[in-house]
């Protein structure tokens, strides 16, 4: 049973509510492979600017989820609803990929999918281009308008590239930046694609300490100075609960709680879908709990 732990609990699953501006809707979501079910009635509402993670132990459905919202999968049952910033609503059950980035969302993967024998500013530059109007006649014809498409993409592919630091790498070959830096690259090319919501699929992964912490100044800046709304899977709590501003927990296909990061690390049901799963998963309640002791440690303080 779903134990959704927010204080608007009546709205999972119901249509949006009047005052909550949802950008990313799902109702009962529901994808099986063979006898295996993969999400089980998963209802996700993703409000506008936020920064939301869905987290849960090896297999619970996270990449599942992403994997539907952006079409690769197509769910049997269930609806997924976007409704893009100047109005409407698009479903996106169905989709082909390329045109639900079209409308306006882009994602990371967890094994990083780059052209790694072109250099970072191209690989850039190609995602930008698929913004460009000019079509491939005109591009091959070097018509003004091309031309035109062409500056745009290049001064786009360095402004982002530059956002996420790799302004000193410009012209380096994808395959030979380090993972972090290769992570950032992975970013900046979803970003070029002007997304209004950016789907990060374990971008903290095989990353050290220090490019952990870019990674979480990023994900803030994309959000507060891009304007860009993040779903964030994760397996390094310390950055879900550091980075989110709410949290969704899946555990076997089902969404188990839902809530602020101190609500989540607090729910009996978080806690116990991570015990006895892997080691990774194992050191991930470690940390939940850990932050929550912190955490009720700070609150008697302050309260003395
Ligand atoms: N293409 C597929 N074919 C068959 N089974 C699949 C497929 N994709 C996912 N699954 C199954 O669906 C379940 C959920 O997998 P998914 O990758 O979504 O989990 P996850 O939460 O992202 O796990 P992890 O944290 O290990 O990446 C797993 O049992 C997985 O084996």
Redesign the pocket.
Known sequence: MTTDVTSESAAVGGPASADTDLVLETWDVTLR?GG?T?LDHVNLQMRRGEILAVI?P???????LFNSLTGAYTPQEGKIVFRPKDGGEKSLLGSKPHIVNRLGLARTF?NIRLFSALTALENVKIAAETRLKAGPVSIMLGLPKARKAERLSDERAHRLLKFVGLEDKLNEIAGSLSYGDQRSLEIARALATDPQVLLLDEPAAGTNPTEKLELEGLIRRINTELGVSVLLIE?DMRLVMSVADRVMV?NF?KKIAEGTPSEVQQHPAVIEAYLGSSAEDAAAVQEIIAEHEHQSASDAEDGQ
Do not use: D, R, Y
């Open positions: 492979f295996l993969s849960g090896n297999g619970a459905g996270k990449t599942s967890q397996h899946l296909g």
